[in-house]
T-cell receptor
Framework: DTEVTQTPKHLVMGMTNKKSLKCEQH?????MYWYKQKAKKPPELMFV???????INESVPSRFSPECPNSSLLNLHLHALQPEDSALYLC???????????????FGPGTRLTVL | AQSVTQPDIHITVSEGASLELRCNYS??????LFWYVQSPGQGLQLLLK??????LVQGIKGFEAEFKRSQSSFNLRKPSVHWSDAAEYFC???????????FGTGTRLQVTL
């Protein structure tokens, strides 16, 4: 398996709802990432997990809560979102290099989120 | 802080014509550089990467890029564009031990038949 999968493809939620986005990879990559991409903008990093531990949080509001239950799975829990949180949410993973750093990132197709 | 500049927001080329997309970076050390392509509503696909060594790198779909340290550039080229190449192209620099990617603002490529 050489891809990153994301579910659902589309999600519509109200501001009081709780929902989760799921990302999965079976390539043995030990770093996983969440990005947010608004229309006609580049992706913006939200979170980085390295060996299932949160290593970077780019000052993301607490209404976004990441979780990495195992090395293949990454979740993003959503609660009390605002309409301006509507965006494409991308997941990525990266293999470890022999030198201890990480290599290129492989992206999933994204989840298109609409907050009403 | 590292940054990436893509000076061209939108480029239109005719099918069969050559293509060059510009990318300039600002980073103190030797950068790890990437080009990604994104079709509308889709994820990003890696076209090519530069870590070290030969400054001319070959990628998928007939794309290549040249790293020029003196100009802080990593321009993407293709000798003959196909209509299916129409998409958004992002240049990115990777920094830090956790491989944080910083993207340029992107260049939208339109291909006319």
């Amino acid at each position: 398996d050489t891809e990153v999968t994301q579910t659902p493809k589309h999600l519509v939620m109200g501001m009081t709802n709780k929902k989760s986005l799921k990302c999965e990879q079976h390539m043995g990559h030990r770093a996983m990432y969440w990005y947010k991409q608004k229309a006609k903008k580049p992706p913006e990093l939200m979170f980085v997990y390295s060996y299932e531990k949160l290593s970077i949080n780019e000052s993301v509001p607490s209404r976004f809560s990441p979780e990495c239950p195992n090395s293949s799975l990454l979740n993003l829990h959503l609660h009390a979102l605002q309409p301006e949180d509507s965006a494409l949410y991308l997941c990525a993973s990266s293999p470890r290099t022999s030198g201890g750093g990480y290599n290129e990132q492989f992206f999933g197709p994204g989840t298109r989120l609409t907050v009403l | 802080a590292q940054s990436v500049t893509q000076p061209d927001i939108h480029i239109t080329v005719s099918e069969g014509a050559s293509l060059e997309l510009r990318c300039n970076y600002s980073y103190g050390a030797t950068p790890y550089l990437f080009w990604y392509v994104q079709s509308p509503g889709q994820g990003l696909q890696l076209l090519l990467k530069y870590f070290s060594g030969d400054t001319l790198v070959q990628g998928i779909k007939g794309f290549e890029a040249e790293f020029k340290r003196s100009q802080s550039s990593f321009n993407l080229r293709k000798p003959s564009v196909h209509w299916s190449d129409a998409a958004e192209y992002f240049c990115a620099v990777m920094t830090g031990t956790a491989s944080k990617l910083t993207f340029g603002t992107g260049t939208r490529l339109q291909v006319t038949l």
